[in-house]
């Protein structure tokens, strides 16, 4: 991707990156539809799958034979899980110590935004001081056309900090995130590439850690563990939402460092990942036709033989989702998205383009992700009217002890043995309660994305910062 000149003062316009992205587009156009020509028909492919479950779960129910089909399926995910229970990771190379400041890679870190006022503030402030050289990384923020302080905010902020540079996007821009990210990489310069959310919050570390995790030719992305933000610091913040998040954030990393180290896949979650420059290239760059760009980015780095390194300390925190209904519609667009990229790449996946590794990987956490919570209403459905226990009690009793097992992991491993093992336990079993959501979610958003057209709607979390740092930038911009 080319590298483009900017102005004085740093600030963009859309018109300023057209021939750029002429010119980029072009050079990736066929890499882009060698990923993206299975897009098409996700309604009618995601009403086969349902079908296809819901017809064998009631199949299982009718034959003599089906539990012994369940016993072997859990005997068979149950071993993969064992495995990763295991496995050692491999261990975190040190930090950067390099002196010379030229010999350090540049870095481009982006962010897009969209009425963020509230922790547009505390977010540069951060990545603009961390303990890299400033004039060996960047950090551009994607102004998404915001209507509130956004702008006032960031213009005022790019006085104090050079490496701050400014993209508006116009009203009629499309491609949401993606559209954004795509729009203004071509524009960046540096080797690597990290992607934040507006509510980020990141050690003035992290680079140094995370830098040396591309130290493998092979590895395309690196994804930081994300915490939630003032979870241990304001225990009076903390409802049953946060507290379940908590655990949830607890079991991805500790899964994340057990995958990896069995070889199977790392996942990008959005908020602190680095990607190489030449990796996204391979894959297209971001997918606009996708509400979860991170999942989807996933699945293509692996698809193009590229692996996902994952870095556990130190994290990026993020604020939790505080209500039920936000928690909804956030985990809506997950599934949604993540579900998707199945449907999207099926074919590339069956011809195991993966790796058997990884297609090992893929296929348990498919199980215990998505086909087990769609499952459990047709199996739910049949044990009642049969009466009698659910067929997949087994598997899915095997996929609440591994959830638990994780979680109490992963907890142990954040908290370095800070806490006692019996409130790490106490929160692994709110975290399960927790978790079940997971169920309703999965199984109403494949019901409608097989009876509903294809349409990519996102609804914004929101974000509400520190009122102090907020105050303190607003009177700035007065």
Avoid at 240 to 264: K, L, N, P, T
Avoid at 323 to 337: D, F, M, P, S, V
Wanted: hydrophobic content about 45%.
């Amino acid at each position: 991707m080319p590298n483009n000149p900017w102005s004085s003062d740093d600030s963009f316009s859309e018109l300023e990156s057209i021939s750029a992205l002429t010119t980029d587009l072009a050079d990736t156009h066929e890499t882009a539809l060698h990923f993206y020509r299975g897009l098409a028909g996700r309604r009618r492919k995601a009403a086969m799958v349902l079908m296809a479950i819901w017809g064998s779960t009631i199949a299982l129910h009718l034959f003599s034979w089906g539990i012994w089909v369940v016993w072997a399926i859990t005997t068979l995910v149950g071993m993969q899980v064992l495995r990763m229970l295991v496995a050692v990771p491999r261990a975190l190379p040190d930090p950067l110590t390099e002196q010379d400041p030229e010999q350090l890679p540049f870095v481009s870190l982006m962010v897009a935004a969209k009425n963020e006022e509230s922790v547009i503030g505390s977010l540069v402030r951060g990545l603009c001081n961390l303990n890299y050289p400033a004039h060996r990384y960047e950090l551009w923020v994607i102004d998404d056309y915001s209507t509130d302080r956004t702008p006032e905010i960031l213009a005022r902020l790019q006085s104090d900090f050079p490496q701050l540079k400014v993209f508006r996007r116009s009203a009629d821009a499309t491609g949401g995130k993606s559209g954004a990210l795509n729009q203004v990489v071509p524009m960046t310069r540096g080797e690597f590439i990290g992607v934040f959310d507006a509510d980020a919050r990141v050690s003035p570390d992290l680079l140094r850690w995370m830098l040396p995790l591309f130290g493998r030719d092979r590895v395309g992305s690196v994804q930081v563990r994300k915490a939630i933000a003032h979870a241990e610091t304001r225990p009076h913040s903390r409802n049953f939402w946060i507290g379940g998040q908590v655990a949830e954030m607890g079991v991805d990393s500790f899964f994340q460092r057990q995958r990896i180290a069995v070889g199977g896949l790392g996942e990008l979650r959005g908020n602190g990942q680095f990607v190489r420059r030449t990796a996204l290239e391979d894959c297209g760059g971001w997918n606009e036709e996708t509400i979860t760009d991170d999942l989807d980015l996933t699945l293509r780095l692996h698809l193009a033989q590229w692996d996902i390194e994952f870095l556990a300390d130190p994290a990026v925190e993020e604020e939790g989702v505080t209500k039920a209904i936000g928690l909804w519609h956030q985990r809506n667009r997950w599934a949604e998205g993540g579900y998707q990229r199945y449907l999207d790449y099926w074919r590339l996946l069956a011809r195991n383009r993966l790796g058997t590794r990884k297609t090992l990987d893929m296929l348990t956490f498919f199980t215990v992700q998505y086909l087990v919570p769609q499952a459990a209403v047709p199996d739910l459905v049949m044990a009642i009217a049969r009466n009698r226990l659910p067929i997949l009690m087994p598997l899915t009793t095997l996929t609440v002890l591994m959830t638990m097992t994780g979680m109490y992991a992963g907890l142990r491993r954040i908290s370095a043995s800070r806490v006692p093992h019996w409130r790490t336990l106490f929160q692994s079993l709110q975290g399960a309660l927790y978790m079940l959501h997971w169920i309703p979610v999965i199984a109403s958003t494949t019901f409608r994305i097989s009876i509903r057209p294809k349409r990519l709607k996102w609804v914004k979390t929101a974000h509400y910062g520190d009122d102090d740092l907020w105050l303190d930038v607003s009177e700035q911009v007065e």
